[in-house]
């Protein structure tokens, strides 16, 4: 093997390894979870997303904040997302939902994976005055 073919092997395992690397940390994936409470204001404290994986006690925690440009996800609703979350939590806390997002978990870094979005029922995602709570009946 030439001196040229070596140096392109190694340019192209470079690339290889470096393009796993980023699909990797963002990369898309999905999470089968049980939401079970939100955190922050979204100012001073980031959003939070607290799970348990689905029919278990391991808990893992989503960042939810907007992605903007890099990676490219255009993500601008983090509250949206997080009442979204908030609606889930209080009116299906038992329901397994899916979150989409991107990134890993990783403790000692203090790195989260960031939800961009909530598959969940339609039930879930309803706020209780649409679901007929608290209707006045007219008496006339």
């Given at each position: ?22 699909w990797v940390r963002w990369g898309p994936?999905?999470w089968e979870v049980q939401i079970t ?69 990783i403790p000692f870094l203090s790195m ?29």
């Amino acid at each position: 093997m030439t001196r040229a073919n070596k140096w392109k092997v190694g340019l192209g395992l470079v690339v290889v390894v470096v393009l796993a690397g980023v699909w990797v940390r963002w990369g898309p994936d999905s999470w089968e979870v049980q939401i079970t409470g939100t955190t922050g204001d979204g100012r001073d404290v980031q959003y939070r997303i607290e799970t348990v994986y689905a029919g278990t006690s391991d808990t893992l925690i989503f960042k939810n904040m907007d992605a903007g440009f890099v990676p490219p996800y255009f993500k601008f609703d983090s509250a949206d997302l997080q009442s979204v979350a908030s609606r889930v939590t209080r009116e299906c806390p038992e329901v397994a939902v899916t979150v989409n997002g991107y990134g890993l978990r990783i403790p000692f870094l203090s790195m989260f994976p960031n939800a961009t979005s909530i598959d969940a029922p339609e039930r879930c995602r309803r706020a209780p005055s649409d679901q007929g709570e608290g209707e006045v009946t007219g008496s006339s």
